[in-house]
């Protein structure tokens, strides 16, 4: 048995924030994941938009996710100089758009309620939209532009954050957790990895994702209400196959609900295009579907006429972490040395930088920071007591 005081059981960019923010606090900090730096991030688009993605009753996910946003600045650039790599940033803004008159009066509404939180958003009239992204079809009829809202390329953030973590004294086990370790089933001291090997620690961090629910160690009643959401994505290169374009296909992201089906595209500094991504109750399956590249490609064609001229990069799909009401789980759980960092369904680039520093705090000193005290795993699961009676 091998001991330390921080345990993370997953490896992608959460748990990987985590460990690092911990690891800088002096805590002596292993993550135990086979491939550390390919969650759910390698799948994702990297749009940092907690105003563009706010829906009804999400405000307390909205606050969380300004503040993380107003961090990513300074995190990124802290990776950047500690790594020297790159992670994709760019300060663009997102332009939702619409395509119909009932869209339209949809994003107006969305846009007054935006205006009513105090927030900075400013609507178009579709001749503005097209003046901002000359390649949007002529028939859209109106947009809100954030210019607040940015992205991060979420597979250079997981490599920054692999490299951070080696660099700041992190030990990487590449293994997976086969399950947790209690003690006398009342509190959780650490996981066994498949090779059998067990890992004491003073709090064993779940960060795995759409997994965290499912791994073994824990009654069923305890578990953590998180499941997992498939997201079919489409990858294109904004070039034709003469060269580039002779003007910028798209230069910021770009929102809209085509027929009752939210997408969006992402593009990036280096000329990728990225769309997603679909909403699929799934379950563990990620098999890319005909239907589920068509609707993406069908709706962007809807926005951007000459998307489908452009060469075809990659298909994917992954898993987002959901929970019942949509919302991360984070801090300590109903058993003593658990500490939940995972459900984060479709925010989890966005939420990188405020669950590292809120895990990373909890660790160090006990205490969550008050931007994370909404989001405890108190909401569902009942307490220790109720488990052991």
Same mark, same amino acid.
């Given at each position: 048995?091998?001991?330390?005081?921080?345990?993370?059981?997953?490896?992608?960019?959460?748990?990987?924030?985590?460990?690092?923010?911990?690891?800088?606090?002096?805590?002596?900090?292993?993550?135990?994941?086979?491939?550390?730096?390919?969650?759910?991030?390698?799948?994702?688009?990297?749009?940092?938009?907690?105003?563009?993605?706010?829906?009804?009753?999400?405000?307390?996910?909205?606050?969380?996710?300004?503040?993380?946003?107003?961090?990513?600045?300074?995190?990124? @650039?802290?990776?950047?100089?500690?790594?020297?790599?790159?992670?994709?940033?760019?300060?663009? =803004?997102?332009?939702?758009?619409?395509?119909?008159?009932?869209?339209?009066?949809?994003?107006?509404?969305?846009?007054?309620?935006?205006?009513?939180?105090?927030?900075?958003?400013?609507?178009?009239?579709?001749?503005?939209?097209?003046?901002?992204?000359?390649?949007?079809?002529?028939?859209?009829?109106?947009?809100?532009?954030?210019? =607040?809202?940015?992205?991060?390329?979420?597979?250079?953030?997981?490599?920054?954050?692999?490299?951070?973590?080696?660099?700041? =004294?992190?030990?990487?086990?590449?293994?997976?957790?086969?399950?947790?370790?209690?003690?006398?089933?009342?509190?959780?001291?650490?996981?066994?990895?498949?090779?059998?090997?067990?890992?004491?620690?003073?709090?064993?961090?779940?960060?795995?994702?759409?997994?965290?629910?499912?791994?073994?160690?824990?009654?069923? !009643?305890?578990?953590?209400?998180?499941?997992?959401?498939?997201?079919?994505?489409?990858?294109?290169?904004? @070039?034709?196959?003469?060269?580039?374009?002779?003007?910028?296909?798209?230069?910021?992201?770009?929102?809209?609900?085509?027929?009752?089906?939210?997408?969006?595209?992402?593009?990036?500094?280096?000329?990728?295009?990225?769309?997603?991504?679909?909403?699929? !109750?799934?379950?563990?399956?990620?098999?890319?579907?005909?239907?589920?590249?068509?609707?993406?490609?069908?709706?962007?064609?809807?926005?951007?006429?000459?998307?489908?001229?452009?060469?075809?990069?990659?298909?994917?799909?992954?898993?987002?972490?959901?929970?019942?009401?949509?919302?991360?789980?984070?801090?300590?759980?109903?058993?003593?040395?658990?500490?939940?960092?995972?459900?984060?369904?479709?925010?989890?680039?966005?939420?990188?930088?405020?669950?590292?520093?809120?895990?990373?705090?909890?660790?160090?000193?006990?205490?969550?920071?008050?931007?994370?005290?909404?989001?405890?795993?108190?909401?569902?699961?009942?307490?220790?007591?109720?488990?052991?009676?």
């Amino acid at each position: 048995m091998t001991s330390t005081d921080a345990l993370v059981v997953g490896g992608g960019i959460i748990g990987l924030a985590v460990a690092w923010r911990s690891a800088q606090r002096g805590l002596r900090v292993t993550l135990l994941d086979p491939d550390p730096g390919r969650g759910a991030n390698h799948v994702a688009a990297g749009m940092l938009a907690p105003v563009t993605e706010l829906q009804y009753g999400e405000e307390p996910l909205l606050r969380l996710g300004i503040a993380s946003n107003e961090r990513y600045a300074d995190f990124v @650039a802290e990776l950047t100089e500690a790594t020297g790599l790159d992670t994709g940033y760019r300060r663009c =803004g997102t332009l939702a758009v619409a395509l119909d008159a009932d869209d339209r009066a949809e994003l107006r509404e969305v846009h007054e309620f935006q205006r009513r939180l105090g927030l900075t958003t400013q609507w178009l009239t579709g001749r503005e939209c097209r003046r901002l992204e000359p390649m949007l079809a002529p028939d859209v009829r109106g947009g809100t532009l954030v210019a =607040g809202d940015h992205q991060v390329d979420p597979r250079r953030l997981g490599r920054a954050l692999v490299e951070v973590c080696r660099r700041a =004294g992190v030990t990487l086990r590449r293994e997976r957790a086969a399950e947790l370790l209690s003690e006398d089933g009342v509190s959780v001291v650490g996981a066994r990895t498949e090779d059998g090997t067990a890992l004491h620690a003073e709090r064993t961090v779940l960060a795995a994702g759409s997994w965290s629910g499912e791994l073994p160690g824990l009654p069923p !009643e305890a578990r953590l209400p998180v499941r997992p959401v498939k997201g079919q994505v489409v990858r294109l290169r904004m @070039a034709t196959v003469h060269g580039p374009l002779p003007m910028p296909f798209l230069s910021r992201n770009l929102r809209a609900v085509v027929r009752g089906c939210h997408i969006y595209l992402v593009p990036r500094a280096d000329g990728e295009l990225v769309l997603g991504a679909t909403m699929e !109750e799934q379950g563990f399956d990620t098999t890319v579907t005909a239907g589920g590249v068509y609707e993406l490609l069908r709706d962007g064609r809807e926005l951007l006429p000459g998307l489908t001229e452009l060469p075809l990069l990659e298909t994917n799909a992954g898993l987002r972490p959901g929970t019942p009401d949509n919302a991360p789980l984070l801090g300590p759980t109903a058993f003593p040395g658990l500490v939940a960092a995972t459900g984060h369904h479709r925010n989890g680039v966005l939420l990188t930088p405020v669950t590292g520093d809120a895990i990373a705090a909890f660790l160090a000193e006990g205490r969550l920071p008050a931007e994370a005290a909404p989001f405890t795993p108190a909401r569902f699961t009942p307490t220790i007591s109720e488990f052991t009676r």
